[in-house]
């Protein structure tokens, strides 16, 4: 055969919608006309999905691989059975929780575990209550803004020992649209001086204070210590913000449950040292969120954070940042802090932190394209814009966009 012109290809103008947005595909199997009868089709041929198992007992591997190869799936598994990747469409893989029930407790637990994970990739989290406020995650990517009541914060904006200074500075990251201020006393800068906890609040509660009755957004306070977590929350934060995700301070969890706060669990390790980065922050995470269980802290309340920069390379924080995604199995809100952060630096010749920004921002996007729920930075009005932007892409264009006369030849 003579090899077709490109007019002859074009009439059929072919375009893979996968990879893509889901809501691609879904749009053009409902343009076809055939009403929604054309969504379980996709459900079963649409896309492939894949769920990363680990810790399994080798009946267990045995177990998922019979049953979801009878839904149309395929198992692939590590030689002694404990770690296995399910692949398949996505009614395959939501079809095999149920089926694991009929063959006991464990392997119900284990599909009680997919399903969760299914469930957060799918869709973005319910809100979250925090004091007289609610975090709501669906319209649009959220903002924390950072308020360090410190001398020497590495980001170059501690407001030092004037909470005169800091309190403007938190009505000001308001005002720049933050969704919620976060007040921190104590550097996390490596090799930082520990900082009493007197000192920290005598930072903090006046900031804290003042913040909470003067904002219309929630105050939350960013400290690994237990007696300042309460302090603050007496004084108005509704917030804690847990830079070792209550495994450091063990009176910590107490703290957030019996003020019914709402909690942000960051990842945080002694060293860098990882096998799979990915996979060790989210396993402590959910260590975290076992903790916060066994104190009576509602799992509702709760935001993970890989925590950037703690404990890590910057290859790690990119990888974090690259495979965000995974976080969602948590089935949890997922927030980053990429603000500022050395790793910026180091790709960009070693700027220094006012000479981040940049940087920040295409961190934000990418941590927002890949799933995360709210960013935690200095430069909320930069930030504000930029993801106004991004999620006008990412989840669809807002009513007022379309609203809008049409351009002339050049708009
Ligand atoms: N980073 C810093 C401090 N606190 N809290 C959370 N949840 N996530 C972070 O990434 C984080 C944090 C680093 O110092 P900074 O206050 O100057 O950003």
Known sequence: MTPPSEAELGRYNVRPLTPGPESALREAALALGSGTTALPALARH????????????????????????????????SADGDR?????????????????????????VLGAALHAALAGRGSRPAPVAAGRHVLEFHRRTLV?????????????????DDPAAAVALGAALAEAGADIVDVGGESTRPNSAPVAAEVELARVLP???????????????????????????DAGAVIVNDIWGLRRDPEMAAAVAEAGAA???????????????????????????????????????????????????????????????????????????PSRKSTIGALLGGA????????????????????????????????????????????????????????????
């Open 46 to 77: 649409g896309r492939a999905e894949a769920l990363a198992v680990a810790g399994l007992a080798a009946d267990e591997c045995r177990v998922i691989t019979r049953e979801l190869r009878r839904l149309g799936g395929e198992v692939l598994s």
């Open 352 to 411: 220094p932190p006012d000479r981040r920004l940049e940087g920040t921002l295409a961190l934000c996007v990418l941590a927002a394209a890949n799933g995360a729920d709210l960013v935690r930075v200095h430069d909320v009005a930069e930030v504000s814009l930029c993801l106004r932007v991004a999620d006008a892409v990412l989840r669809g264009t807002p009513e007022e966009i379309l609203a809008l006369p049409r351009p002339g030849p050049t708009g």
């Open 263 to 337: 909690l942000v669990v960051m990842h945080n390790a002694a060293k860098p040292e990882y096998g799979d980065v990915v996979e060790e922050v989210c396993a402590v995470l959910r260590e975290s969120l076992a903790l916060a269980e066994a104190a009576g802290i509602e799992r509702e309340r709760i935001v993970v954070d890989p925590g950037l920069g703690f404990a890590k390379t910057p290859a790690h924080n990119l990888e974090l940042v690259r495979r965000l995604g995974e976080l969602r199995g948590l089935d949890r809100p997922v927030l980053v802090g």
């Open 84 to 108: 296995a990747l399910l692949l398949g469409p996505l009614s395959a893989l939501g079809e095999l929780p149920a089926r694991l029930t009929e063959w006991g407790r464990r392997t119900e």
């Open 144 to 160: 924390m803004g950072v308020v360090n009541a410190t001398p020497d914060s590495f980001s170059g904006d501690g407001t030092g």
């Open 207 to 233: 900031v804290v204070r003042e913040l909470a009755a003067r904002l219309d957004v929630p105050v939350s306070i960013d400290t690994r210590k237990a007696a300042v977590a309460r302090a603050a929350l």
